[in-house]
């Protein structure tokens, strides 16, 4: 286990140095924000998961969808390159209002978006307060509700440890910043945010737009049964669920396995991100 644990931190690391030319900073909402950008086309923001970057979340994903988008991978506050601003608290609405001050600066007026797990809750944030702001929604492995999943999941984060923090995750994280300190204060301010979270009303999730792609796996964290629930409410939505665990489908570097080969979902995201909007 420890050497596939270290294969897996040896490629996200080279893929880092491999990118670095890749990466850019803005000054976002007081926030040293880092991204990156690839390939040409029709913009299309990924978002990632809790405590995890760009690569973790989307590397597997992002040279077959650099062909045909523009891609700007953002890193959220306290996570990968990025900064911990002022040391608030994090938050969905301040993660989403992040991304939309990065888009104006970019000078995009409307893109795609791609979130993975929590990252897919700040992308639903977008969707619902600047729905002039997004194309396609693709949310990927989260929820909108507590129901959404199981009650051990929301007990587990009453006396979360950051020794429980899976390896890969934090190994990342040091070798970008090599500060203990700085790792345990993100991890806590994840921990904090999904202590609070708090039900989205209904009528929000009615009033998107967006053609949106809900996504998770058969045995993933967020329930299928509440995904269908979310997916029935959205006026433009479709579900696919896939074989396996959190973000395993699209190549997440914690169910990652290079003989794996290329993720299982990556043709119906390309397609539905080709399709026409409704």
Known sequence: MKIFINLIIFF????YMSNAQNGKYAEVNGLHMYYEEYGKGSPLILIHGAASTVQTSFGRLIPELSKSH???????????????????????????????ELMMQLHIEKADFFGFSNGASTALEIAIHH?????????????YKRSGCAPAFW???????????????????????????????????????????????????QSVQAKTLVMLGDHDVPLVE???AMCRLMPHASLAVFPGGHGAYMGEILGWKQEDGPPVALPLISQFLLSENH
């Open 70 to 100: 523009r891609i700007i991978g953002v890193e959220l506050q306290a996570h990968g390159h990025s900064d911990n601003r002022d040391g608030r608290p994090i938050s969905f609405e301040q993660d989403a209002e992040d991304v939309v």
């Open 131 to 143: 729905p002039a702001l997004v194309g396609k929604l693709v949310f990927a492995s989260s929820m």
């Open 226 to 228: 509440g995904a269908l």
């Open 155 to 205: 007990q587990g984060f009453g006396n979360a440890r950051l020794e429980d923090m899976p390896a890969v995750y934090k190994n990342t994280f040091l070798a970008i910043n090599p500060n203990p300190a700085l790792l345990k204060i993100m991890f806590d301010q994840c921990v904090q945010r999904m202590q609070k979270f708090t039900d989205i009303p209904d009528s929000s999730i």
């Open 12 to 15: 996200v690391m080279n893929m």
